[in-house]
C-alpha cells in the first residue's frame, strides 16, 4: 500500500516535470507514457 502512495506521488512529480519541460505532441506522449507506466505499477499489469 505504502509504495502504490509512494508511486503516485513519483509520477505527480513527473507529470508535473513533463508539464513544465516538454511542448506539443511530445508532451501528450510523455504525460500518456507517464500515467500508463504507474497505472501497470499500482493495479500490477492488464489484468
Same mark, same amino acid.
Do not use: C, E, Q, R
Given at each position: ?8 506521488? =513519483?509520477?505527480?512529480i513527473l ?5 513544465k /519541460? &516538454? $511542448?506539443?505532441v =511530445? $508532451?501528450? /506522449?510523455v ?6 507506466? /504507474?497505472?501497470? &505499477? =499500482?493495479f500490477?499489469?492488464f489484468a
Amino acid at each position: 500500500m505504502d509504495s502504490n502512495i509512494i508511486s503516485i506521488i =513519483v509520477a505527480l512529480i513527473l507529470i508535473v516535470i513533463a508539464w513544465k /519541460v &516538454f $511542448k506539443g505532441v =511530445v $508532451k501528450t /506522449v510523455v504525460l500518456a507514457a507517464i500515467l500508463i507506466a /504507474v497505472a501497470i &505499477f =499500482v493495479f500490477g499489469g492488464f489484468a
